[in-house]
Structures are given as C-alpha cells and as structure tokens.
C-alpha cells in the first residue's frame, strides 16, 4: 500500500453528531469518498444497497471474515455484523481519492492500527452526557432499555477519546463542522 493511500475517520458515541459531521465533509472537500460499510441487517426506510451500506447475509460476512477481507468488523448485536472491507478502501483509493470512514470507536482504533502512517481519526464529543441524552430522546426512536443501553455506552465510549489524533466537543453542530473541515484539509495537504 503506497503510503499516499490516506483514510480519515469520524468517529463517536451514538447521538455526538459525527453523522451530520460527515455528510458536511462529503460536502465540502472534494478529495474525499464515503467509504460504504458492510452490514449483515435489513435496508431500513429509503437505505440504498451499495449506498447506504453492502448489505449482505451472515453467512456471506463470515466467510469475507475467513478470507481476510475485511480493514475492521464487529458483531454489535448477535448476528448482526458490520464491518468496512478492504476492497472498498481499494475502491476510493483508485479513483484517487481519501476514504472517509464513518464508523465505532473500536472499529476506529483497529484501523488506525493498521495503518498508523497515514490515518487521521477524529471523535466527535458530546458536550455532555446530558445533552447526549437529549438528542437520543429528539429522535424519538429509542425505548427506555435501548436509552439506557446507549447512554452507558456511550459513557465508556468518551473513555477512549484520547486514543484519536484530534477530539471535537460538538455543542454547536456548525462550529464542529467548521473544525473537522480545517483538521481534514491540514491532513489532506501533508
């Protein structure tokens, strides 16, 4: 792997924001590709195959894992997988371009191992655990067990912010979005 292949990665605890972050970037810095994901669960909504993410079946994801094909992958749940494939790497770094990756905090600290030379990772900090909390309620879509779950997650997730090369605390989304394109940009430039 030349060492001019970069890859960038935002990553953070559920409801930081590093989402809304990473569509800014897409946005706004050509020399970036969203690097897809691939997940063995069912498209949700308007999710797009080969978009959205490589949606694929347990079985096919256990075998990408015997061959080696996977950069990072993770059982979240049982049998639900996720996990970025080298190919696809492979893929952005043909039509020269710098992968961004949107993924955990694991998953982050794998790849960084990897390729320590020529990674940028970048965590996306909730103001507070509070206000974490907030944004997790806004969305309407957890139960009272899955809140739980996530803001305890979450906690142990801020734990690590000190293993990434840059931390953002986003308590205003178009501030955080501001700084994450200056990081990116003196990266690109390197």
């Known amino acids: 792997m030349a060492s001019s292949n970069k890859i960038i990665i935002i990553t953070a605890p559920s409801g930081a924001g590093k989402t809304s972050i990473t569509h800014y970037l897409l946005s706004t810095i050509p020399q970036l590709s969203f690097s897809v994901s691939a997940a063995t669960r069912q498209p949700r909504g ?53 992968p961004l990756l949107d993924i955990d905090i694991k998953g982050a600290i794998h790849v960084r191992q990897q390729h320590p030379q020529n990674c940028l990772t970048i965590f996306v900090e909730p103001p507070s655990v509070d206000e974490l909390k907030k944004r997790l309620l806004s969305r309407g879509t957890e139960t009272e067990e899955s809140l739980r779950a996530r803001i305890s997650k979450a906690s142990y997730e801020i734990s690590f912010k000190h293993s990434f090369d840059k931390v953002i605390v986003n308590d205003h989304l178009e501030r955080a979005c501001k700084k994450a394109e200056e990081i990116v940009n003196e990266f690109i430039k390197q």
């Open 46 to 98: 308007f999710e797009k195959d080969k978009v959205d993410y490589y949606f694929i079946s347990q079985q096919e994801f256990q075998q990408k894992i015997q061959h080696n094909e996977f950069v990072e992958w993770e059982m979240v749940y049982e049998g639900k997988y996720y996990g970025t494939l080298k190919s696809e790497l492979q893929r952005i770094w043909n039509m020269k371009k710098i």
